[in-house]
């Protein structure tokens, strides 16, 4: 028999399929589907549609599953793989999402406008919708957390202020993401899974706590994981994501990089054509900054990652070129061996 189903986790050459009915089976994957050295890459990731084959009569418990032929997908989100700087090679976390939701915590690890920053270039230029999660707003006053909302706000983004245990702003979050698919993405102990567990308490997922030494949270989540919160038509899914500690930002130009600023599009001209936005005079967005159009920690965040961008652009075309074959000039004389 042959049914069709999404991929709710993965391993190393196996993966784990829902079927219409939310029924969960492992099943292995076609040797033709994974990549030259037998392990699934990019090839199939969380969220991907998959046909699979089982034994007549076989249920979800029984052995004999495998995934056949994995469908188009809508859309990705993907990151510079470990190691890697943007341009180099690049791991695809989930595929077919409706957003991406990234919750950053206001305290207890502090707010780390940074990762905010590349994983909202990283959706724009992968054309992702996002939604910001601020979480632990019981820690901060009311005026900081109107701040750091203003900020997001201000460049478009829907934004939801949280103190989940208290129950604070969950339910206006839950109704956001309902019947779609949302992949979870943040920095750990910024409270993923604390969230998690209050949108949907069946889940009981594991939770950390962050070190009180560095500040930095503890992974709770191993690999990506899909979960259905409700029966309903279309489910409501979230994808739990591994705490990160660094994201690369995958291969964009940087000349491509101020369109993915939301609040600076339509402003301008500049003096200069080719404005960089970062010191140069009759620059409109710098001028859009100076007037609070554009929040500063915004603006300083672009300078960083054109900085970036620039610097890997530049090692990428030194590597080119020390991989060139050298060609002599003509007329050279030859050397002979003695």
Same mark, same amino acid.
């Given at each position: 028999?042959?049914?069709?189903?999404?991929?709710?986790?993965?391993?190393?050459?196996?993966?784990?399929?829902?079927?219409?009915?939310?029924?969960?089976?492992?099943?292995?994957?076609? %040797?033709?589907?994974?990549?030259?050295?037998?392990?699934?890459?990019?090839?199939?990731?969380?969220?991907? !549609?998959?046909?699979?084959?089982?034994?007549?009569?076989?249920?979800?418990?029984?052995?004999?599953?495998?995934?056949?032929?994995?469908?188009?997908?809508?859309?990705?989100?993907?990151?510079?793989?470990?190691?890697?700087?943007?341009?180099?090679?690049?791991?695809?976390?989930?595929?077919?999402?409706?957003?991406?939701?990234?919750?950053?915590?206001?305290?207890?690890?502090?707010?780390?406008?940074?990762?905010?920053?590349?994983?909202?270039?990283?959706?724009?230029?992968?054309?992702?919708?996002?939604?910001?999660?601020?979480? %632990?707003?019981?820690?901060?006053?009311?005026?900081?957390?109107?701040?750091?909302?203003?900020?997001?706000?201000?460049?478009?983004?829907?934004?939801?202020? *949280?103190?989940?245990?208290?129950?604070?702003?969950?339910?206006?979050?839950?109704?956001?993401?309902?019947?779609?698919?949302?992949?979870?993405?943040?920095?750990?102990?910024?409270?993923?899974?604390?969230?998690?567990?209050?949108?949907?308490?069946?889940?009981?997922?594991?939770?950390?706590?962050?070190?009180?030494?560095?500040?930095?949270?503890?992974?709770?989540?191993?690999?990506?994981?899909?979960?259905?919160?409700?029966?309903?038509?279309?489910?409501?899914?979230?994808?739990?994501?591994?705490?990160?500690?660094?994201?690369?930002?995958?291969?964009?130009?940087?000349?491509?990089?101020?369109?993915?600023?939301?609040?600076? !599009?339509?402003?301008?001209?500049?003096?200069?054509?080719?404005?960089?936005?970062?010191?140069?005079?009759?620059?409109?967005?710098?001028?859009?900054?100076?007037?609070?159009?554009?929040?500063?920690? !915004?603006?300083?965040?672009?300078?960083? *990652?054109?900085?970036?961008?620039?610097?890997?652009?530049?090692?990428?075309?030194?590597?080119?070129?020390?991989?060139?074959? !050298?060609?002599?000039?003509?007329?050279?004389?030859?050397?002979?061996?003695?």
């Amino acid at each position: 028999m042959t049914f069709a189903g999404v991929v709710a986790r993965c391993d190393l050459r196996g993966v784990v399929v829902l079927d219409e009915g939310g029924r969960a089976w492992a099943a292995a994957v076609r %040797k033709r589907l994974q990549d030259p050295g037998g392990r699934l890459g990019n090839a199939i990731v969380v969220g991907d !549609r998959v046909e699979v084959e089982a034994p007549d009569g076989a249920g979800p418990d029984d052995s004999g599953a495998v995934v056949v032929t994995v469908a188009p997908r809508v859309n990705r989100f993907e990151r510079a793989a470990a190691g890697q700087g943007p341009g180099g090679r690049v791991q695809i976390t989930a595929a077919n999402l409706d957003r991406v939701l990234v919750v950053a915590a206001l305290r207890d690890p502090p707010l780390r406008e940074g990762l905010l920053d590349r994983i909202a270039v990283t959706c724009e230029w992968l054309g992702v919708p996002l939604v910001i999660a601020l979480s %632990k707003a019981d820690l901060v006053t009311a005026e900081e957390a109107a701040a750091a909302r203003s900020t997001y706000e201000r460049a478009g983004y829907p934004v939801h202020v *949280l103190a989940t245990p208290r129950g604070e702003g969950v339910a206006a979050l839950r109704a956001a993401i309902t019947r779609s698919r949302t992949l979870v993405v943040g920095h750990s102990g910024v409270g993923k899974s604390t969230l998690l567990n209050a949108l949907a308490p069946a889940l009981d997922l594991a939770i950390g706590r962050v070190n009180a030494r560095t500040g930095k949270g503890r992974h709770t989540t191993t690999a990506a994981i899909l979960a259905r919160l409700d029966d309903a038509v279309p489910p409501t899914e979230v994808i739990d994501t591994p705490g990160v500690r660094t994201f690369g930002l995958p291969a964009i130009a940087p000349a491509d990089l101020p369109r993915l600023f939301p609040e600076w !599009r339509g402003r301008g001209p500049c003096r200069f054509a080719d404005c960089a936005h970062a010191s140069e005079p009759g620059c409109a967005m710098i001028s859009a900054r100076d007037e609070g159009a554009i929040a500063e920690d !915004r603006w300083r965040s672009y300078v960083r *990652l054109r900085e970036e961008l620039e610097a890997a652009g530049q090692r990428r075309a030194a590597a080119r070129r020390a991989a060139a074959p !050298r060609v002599k000039a003509p007329g050279a004389p030859r050397r002979h061996p003695r």
